[in-house]
Each structure stands twice: as structure tokens, then as C-alpha cells.
């Protein structure tokens, strides 16, 4: 009696995962390229801000444009895009439970040598698809999240971010992740 049942729940099983690898692979390939959008938006951006004004123009650009691109591309997706990190600059970047895990997981494998620009999770929950792509600590980033900072970055870090605790990185760390979450189409049902 025992028996057909256990059959029974193992070919559910075998199913259903059959059924959620293909829908979360597709997720992992289509949310890896929104985080590199992300960052390939982003990127540019402060690149130009540096040439032309310095770790200070880079600052603003990176407190009033990484948000909107977080939100063009949320809206765009219809996904939600964000920046988390464990020593957030902006409160908005505190991660939750589940993002606090992947991240020290990150931290973990860069610290025994994965290199950080290939760390990438996805998970899925009943009614979510996650996906989180590390944003490694390159020596450019030094100079507004490192441990010796010029005094005029000091000063403009303290004027946007009031309660920043993204400094003092080395490089090869992991300074955050961009977390995309999407619903599950079977939640939707």
C-alpha cells in the first residue's frame, strides 16, 4: 500500500522538478543579462562623471543614477532590479534575509579564490524566481570605497550618504550583488 503511494509522490516530484529547471534556467540566462544591462548603463556613466569631474561628479552619478536605472529596468522587465550590499551606502541597498545569505556566500567563494566577476545564485521560492550577480571591488572603486580616501570624496561620500558603510574594501572583495526577483508564473495562477 505503501508503495504506490511513495511511486506516486517521487514521479510528482521528478515532474515537477522537471518542469521548474527549464522555467528557472531560462529565468538565470534572461535575469544574468538584466544585470549586465545594469552595470553596462551604469558603468559608462561614471566613467564620463570621472573624466569630467572627478570622484565627486562620480558620486552624485552613482546616487541619483544607479536608482533610476534600478527603476527603468524593473519597469522595463517588469521585474524588481536592485543593489544590495552587506555595508550598504544607501539604506535602500540593506538586503533581506535571503540576500544576506547569497552575499556572504559570495564572500565566502571570493575569499577562496573564485573570482568575484563569476559568482552568480538563483533560487526559487513557491512564489519567486531570484537571481543575484556579485559586483566585485575592481581598484577604480577604491576611490570612493576604499580605506584612504581623499578628503573632497570624504566630504561628498558624508553629504549623500549620511549613514555610508561601504568603505574600506580591498580589491577582489565583494562590494554588493544586483538582485532581480520576479514573480513565478505558477503564484500567478
Not at 569630467?52 to 543614477?65: D, F, M, T
Request: glycine share 4%; charged share 20%; hydrophobic share 45%.
Amino acid at each position: 500500500m505503501l508503495k504506490p503511494t511513495l511511486i506516486a509522490l517521487l514521479a510528482f516530484a521528478v515532474v515537477n522538478q522537471a518542469i521548474a529547471e527549464p522555467a528557472t534556467a531560462e529565468f538565470k540566462t534572461e535575469a544574468a543579462a538584466l544585470a549586465k544591462r545594469f552595470a553596462q548603463t551604469l558603468k559608462p556613466q561614471l566613467q564620463q562623471a570621472l573624466a569630467e569631474g572627478g570622484p565627486v561628479a562620480a558620486i552624485a552619478v552613482c546616487s541619483h543614477k544607479a536608482p533610476e536605472i534600478a527603476r527603468q529596468l524593473s519597469a522595463e522587465s517588469g521585474w524588481q532590479v536592485k543593489r544590495v550590499s552587506l555595508k550598504p551606502r544607501n539604506p535602500a541597498a540593506e538586503p533581506e534575509a535571503w540576500q544576506r545569505q547569497v552575499l556572504l556566500s559570495f564572500d565566502q567563494r571570493a575569499a577562496a579564490g573564485e573570482d568575484p566577476q563569476t559568482l552568480s545564485q538563483v533560487a526559487q521560492t513557491e512564489s519567486q524566481l531570484r537571481f543575484m550577480k556579485a559586483q566585485g571591488v575592481a581598484p577604480l572603486c577604491l576611490t570612493c570605497h576604499g580605506s584612504q580616501l581623499a578628503p573632497e570624496v570624504k566630504t561628498a561620500l558624508d553629504k549623500h550618504y549620511p549613514n555610508d558603510s561601504a568603505r574600506g574594501y580591498q580589491p577582489g572583495q565583494i562590494r554588493g550583488a544586483i538582485s532581480i526577483v520576479a514573480p513565478r508564473l505558477s503564484a500567478q495562477n
